[in-house]
């Protein structure tokens, strides 16, 4: 890829507000895919170059040859304009938050009124392939689990009774690898870890007391999850969820 267009799509993703870890998450691809790309080691194919002008409302000849990025500093203010034009399909809004989903966005206002845009297309396939993964590696590791809760209990004393606290690891590992898509803290089951800890000290060594304190970890947890998570934003990725699920009639979040 030519030089010039390496520092062209360097120059568009700065002028619109984004972080190369925004934008990997943004079109679908992963962060060293857009270092790459800015470092001119490797080329964007024609579909994330089409994801590129669309996100960032420019054509593909102004993204790969204009002489003027987008005019905006943020993301978000670019999105406030485009609104006018193109009506939402559907909006949502609960505790402050406010989604708008439209034909090929997604718009995101936090408590603070501050706007993001995410890729619509991208957003599916990225919740497709989490999906996807998750199962994959929750029932690898429910199987792993079971063996190693054979083996434990055939052959070490005591193991029936101490080892069963490794099945509540099984929806703390797949929590992570949503944590890995989406980097939101609060969906880590913390309390399934902290239990199983617990349980298998107090089980294993008889320390039932004073390890209970532990527990207390549980809503600090979640209070500092919760502040980072807003603070980073990766909350959206929630409040996207939600706005989904209240549009195709759901409660609960997939």
Known sequence: MEKRIAERLTECRK???????????????SRQAVS??????????????????RLYHISLDELVNGDDAPEVGEAAIKSETTSLE????????????TVEIKEDAIT???EDGE????????WKRKKAKEKRINVTVSSVFAILAVVAYLLIGFYVERGWECAWPIFLLIPFVASLVEFCFYKRLAVIAFPCLVVAIYCFVGMAYWLWHPTWAMFIAIPAYYLIAGNVDRATRS?????IDDAYNK????????
């Open 86 to 97: 193109e009506k939402p399909d559907y909006v949502w809004e609960d505790d402050g938050m």
């Open 15 to 29: 002028k619109a507000g984004y972080s190369q870890e925004e934008l990997a998450d943004a079109i679908g691809v």
């Open 115 to 122: 706007e993001k845009v995410y890729d619509k297309a991208a």
């Open 247 to 254: 549009k195709s009639g759901k409660n609960g979040r997939p």
């Open 235 to 239: 909350h959206d990725y929630e409040a």
């Open 108 to 110: 995101v206002k936090n």
């Open 36 to 53: 790459k790309w800015e470092r001119c080691e490797s080329s964007p194919d024609t579909d994330n170059l089409i994801q590129l002008a």
